[in-house]
């Protein structure tokens, strides 16, 4: 590739007070005194404002707020009894209520202002370990689509290359850990929402089982709760101790403790191996390539990879996607009530529009679809009974151009190139099971191509184990690292 055709980046890392660290090595040098708050949180700004023209990842901001609590805390008497991550700088994606903040989960149908009195409960149990949040980060409307863009208005933009998306529905969030401008940031899952914009982007997401970490108020409502809230991180360290912190804050004594995770297992494990889907789209090439060298990886670690069948019934991608489309639907018919009482279903985008359509026209399906979708989990089970994970792709295709899943295509076309990308990670979010995006690759476009490793129920230590092996045999670059 020649230097005119290089892809445009966006990179904001700099030689400041955050450095090239990561969320565990930048919350060490503050407990030390080697940098203070402030002077991070100045740094996180100015990288915020380099950047944003480009990739359009903030919703809303509140970084004079933020400077004053980092004054605060660099005139308290010690950091060192803090929460773990005090003092460094995150965003929450917009779906996730922050006081003083509003929430429009990426709709022009919620109308914007009216900041909120209550913080909901991950963003508490995020929040008490120290993170100081500067803002809102972007996502498609409702978290439906897998690439954050919008029928009005700029995309989120991949750090990467800029022609290309960054991914969703947490899509924002990755584009702005990618970029350099903060460590770590939220990310929540109901279809693959921390995978996807974890792969797009070259981090690590992690799903965790469902329940370890608290529910957020959406999860309560739904007939299978297929949500999970984590972050996405440059370092599987940095997940590691999320998790552990997050741990510390709350117990789900119904799950296998995860702990503290530091390094690869000793363990050899036995790893399935599944490359394509099984709503039959073939997975592409580079990507199919990228599989197939992170399997020879963990072999040479000693590991047992064997190929399998996808653990799920045949008919999961359909019930799957009208499960989605039930959601559609509900935010429409009850959207005042579950977003703001100005909520106008006349402005929700054609994909949200057409998702309802669907659901529609098939909802006397639903009764058999929610009992086979219940059965999905002890399906996946014993499908996993002398597994201890599964290797397979995060996606279907390497990630497109932005315009190849705008809302504004017509929705037939749209749901069809969905359902041969996003095809992969809601088996996990249906079965409540753990799963993790790692990077292992990049594209000739300088796009990461990423995989994925799903785990049994409650094993999230695993596949915490697992990445670490991989990182530390594969040490995925830098944006701002020699490419």
């Given amino acids: 590739m020649s230097a005119s055709d290089s892809p445009k980046i966006a990179n904001a890392f700099t030689d400041d007070a955050l450095g090239t660290d990561d969320g565990t090595a930048l919350a060490e040098r503050i407990r030390s005194r080697d940098v203070s708050v402030t002077e991070v949180t100045q740094a996180a700004i100015q990288r915020l404002r380099k950047v944003e023209p480009l990739i359009h990842s903030i919703v809303a901001e509140r970084y004079e707020q933020v400077l004053g609590a980092a004054a605060k805390l660099d005139k308290g008497n010690s950091l060192t009894e803090a929460p773990f991550f005090s003092g460094v700088p995150t965003f929450i994606k917009d779906n996730t209520n922050v006081a003083g903040m509003a929430t429009r989960m990426g709709s022009d149908a919620v109308p914007a202002g009216h900041p909120l009195k209550k913080t909901s409960p991950f963003a508490q149990q995020m929040l008490a370990q120290g993170f100081l949040c500067l803002g809102k980060s972007t996502m498609p409307e409702f978290g439906f689509n897998a690439s954050t863009e919008y029928a009005h208005g700029e995309p989120s933009r991949n750090p990467w290359n800029l022609a290309y998306s960054a991914g969703a529905s947490s899509g924002g969030s990755a584009a702005l850990v990618a970029s ?3 460590p770590i940031a939220h990310a929540n899952d109901g279809g693959g929402s921390t995978r996807i914009p974890a792969a797009c982007c070259g981090l690590v997401g992690l799903k965790p089982t469902c329940g370890r970490v608290v529910d957020n108020d959406a999860a309560k409502s739904l007939p299978i709760n297929i949500l999970s809230d984590s972050v996405v991180t440059r370092s599987v360290r940095d997940t590691a101790n999320f998790i552990y912190q997050a741990e510390r804050y709350f117990r789900n004594t119904k799950l296998p403790h995860v702990g503290k995770v530091d390094g690869a297992t000793e ?17 592409d090439g580079m990507t199919r390539k990228t599989v197939e060298a992170t399997a020879r990886r963990l072999e040479a670690q000693g590991h047992h990879i064997e190929p399998v069948r996808v653990p799920a019934n045949s008919t999961f991608p359909e019930d799957f996607a009208l499960y989605w489309a039930m959601l559609a639907f509900g935010i429409q018919l009850h959207g005042r009530k579950l977003t703001h009482p100005g909520f106008d279903k006349r402005r929700v985008d054609a994909l949200t529009q057409g998702l309802d359509r669907m659901f529609r026209k098939n909802f006397w399906r639903m009764p058999a679809i ?11 089970a014993k499908a996993m009974a002398g597994f201890d994970a599964v290797l397979t792709p995060v ?3 390497t990630t497109p151009r932005l315009g190849h ?5 017509p929705f037939d076309t ?16 249906v079965t409540g099971a753990p799963a993790i995006s790692l990077p292992a690759a990049r594209s000739p476009e300088n796009l990461p191509v990423s995989v994925q490793i799903m785990g049994r129920h409650g094993e999230d230590r695993t596949l915490l184990e697992i990445a670490f092996g991989l990182e530390a045999d594969h040490p995925w670059p830098l944006i701002c690292e020699k490419r």
């Fill in 405 to 409: 899943l705008s809302p504004n295509v």
């Fill in 414 to 429: 749209l749901f069809d190139r969905l359902t041969r990308y996003a095809n992969f990670t809601p088996l996990a979010n």
């Fill in 180 to 182: 350099g401008a903060i």
């Fill in 395 to 397: 996606l279907g295709h």
């Fill in 267 to 283: 363990k050899r494990l036995r790893i399935g191996l599944v490359i394509d889907s099984i709503n039959g789209h073939k997975t």
């Fill in 370 to 380: 929610l009992w086979r979708l219940r059965r999905a989990r002890f399906d996946y």
